[in-house]
């Protein structure tokens, strides 16, 4: 069967005439977003007085060197603008307190595909603040592939979800949603309609209301690819941004648009996706996950405002 193409024009418009859905809170089918108050005062851009899903948008035009190298104490910093902004907190670990308790097992679920990994200059900010807020060190793991079988991820109580934005053959784009298909035994039987029904995982017991925060990391997101095992380093761009929040959907969903802009941008027209990434528009409207239609997403943008593209 030819699959399905979905251009940015008709994923707007998909959006754009989706009937809103029941406020379902956090990231996760039935779960409660952790509250939220009016972010402190700072320089902020914020598109949408929508306040269920709020996203924020950090970038720092420091977080890559000159060799290429993540810069660490940016990221942190990046890190901790988006989530206090997020939260309505001052200080990163007031912020952090919201998000995880001492008595809390966490999971940082990671993503380790070698030509784009997540990288440890986000997980190490993020394991942190963790243990800065109190959780012991022995209570924290980082994990891709071996989540089903790490005792740490087994009794978790706390998922912290973060990966790095891509172009993907299989489900159009390597999104936040897609980043917890390691919590099932066999991926590939979520490949199906270009894996359009990835928001299932996030209804399954190991998973389901555990995940507090979720971090699509747009440093350096691969913007085009061809084939399964595609890649080509002239495709990475140095966007050098987070996108935050703690609905996934809504993460997912601005994290797309930026793509989808870029390459318009790059390649002077609306290109198509070699494979569609509606996974993210029906794990609101078929899955009823989170909001992907802009007009309800709370949208903050911190920082470096060059080619921010949304």
Request: with cysteine; hydrophobic share 40%; proline share 6%.
């Amino acid at each position: 069967m030819a699959k399905k193409i979905i251009t940015r024009r008709d994923f707007l418009r998909a959006a754009a005439i989706t009937p809103v859905a029941t406020a379902i809170g956090c990231c996760c089918t039935g779960s409660k977003l952790v509250p939220v108050s009016d972010p402190p005062s700072r320089t902020a851009k914020i598109t949408s007085l929508t306040r269920s899903s709020r996203v924020v948008l950090v970038r720092d035009q420091n977080a890559i060197g000159a060799d290429k190298k993540f810069n660490a104490e940016i990221i942190q910093k990046m890190l901790d603008d988006a989530v206090t902004t997020l939260l309505g907190e001052k200080e990163p670990v007031a912020a952090w307190k919201k998000i995880v308790r001492p008595t809390d097992t966490v999971g940082i679920k990671t993503n380790m595909w070698n030509y784009l990994p997540t990288g440890k200059e986000v997980e190490q900010a993020i394991k942190r603040r963790i243990m800065d807020a109190g959780v012991p060190e022995e209570r924290t793991s980082i994990d891709d592939r071996g989540v089903l079988k790490n005792p740490i991820f087994k009794d978790a109580t706390v998922l912290i979800n973060a990966r790095p934005a891509r172009i993907h053959y299989w489900a159009g784009m390597g999104s936040c949603i897609k980043n917890y298909i390691q919590f099932v035994p066999k991926p590939s039987d979520y490949h199906a309609d270009a894996c359009a029904d990835l928001a299932t995982i996030w209804s399954l017991p190991h998973v389901k209301d555990r995940t507090r925060l979720n971090i699509l990391v747009m440093l350096t997101p691969l913007f085009h690819n061809i084939g399964p095992r595609g890649f080509s380093e002239k495709y990475l761009w140095p966007y050098k941004g987070l996108i935050v929040g703690q609905d996934v959907v809504a993460v997912d969903s601005a994290g797309y648009r930026i793509l989808q802009a870029k390459r318009l941008k790059e390649f002077g027209e609306d290109r198509p996706l070699e494979t569609s990434a509606h996974h993210i528009m029906l794990a609101d409207t078929r899955h009823k996950l989170g909001k992907s239609d802009p007009s309800q997403i709370e949208l903050i943008k911190l920082g470096w405002q060059d080619d921010v593209l949304i």
